[in-house]
């Protein structure tokens, strides 16, 4: 069973692309439906930071020239969209998954691959493809808080 069971004293939240292009209403990279299940989202996060465990909010950004954008949103791209540019609207977080109203995104240092610090025990890491595991630091940094669990 200890395999099967969560260890929720040992694990992170994690987060993945609830930014505004990929969310809010109206981009042409919307994903219908999630801004209906933010409010479940902002529950978790909300007994996560009450309970002081780690939040890991993943992110995408996609350089104007294209050259890191997945293929299948390439295209729009080419045809002129900017989505989830750096320091634009549309790259930050969702407003209510932020720990603080005026909290915004490092856009250069997350790209350098720094681990940014948004609140307490809270952080954004950018993934450069879809698996938030790759290229990216997620796994030694879950590891270096002794995580073996994660909600996503």
Known sequence: MEYTSPDLSNSALVTIDVQRDFSMPGPPAEIPGTMSIVPNIVRLLDAYRASQRPIVHIIRLYLSAGSNVDLCRRELIQRGNELVCPGS???????????????KLDCPYLLGGGIQTLGPGEVAIYKPRWGAFFGTPLHDHLDGLQVNTSGV
Do not use: K, N, S
């Open 89 to 103: 609207a549309g790259a930050e977080l969702v407003q209510e998954l932020l720990p603080a109203a005026d909290t």
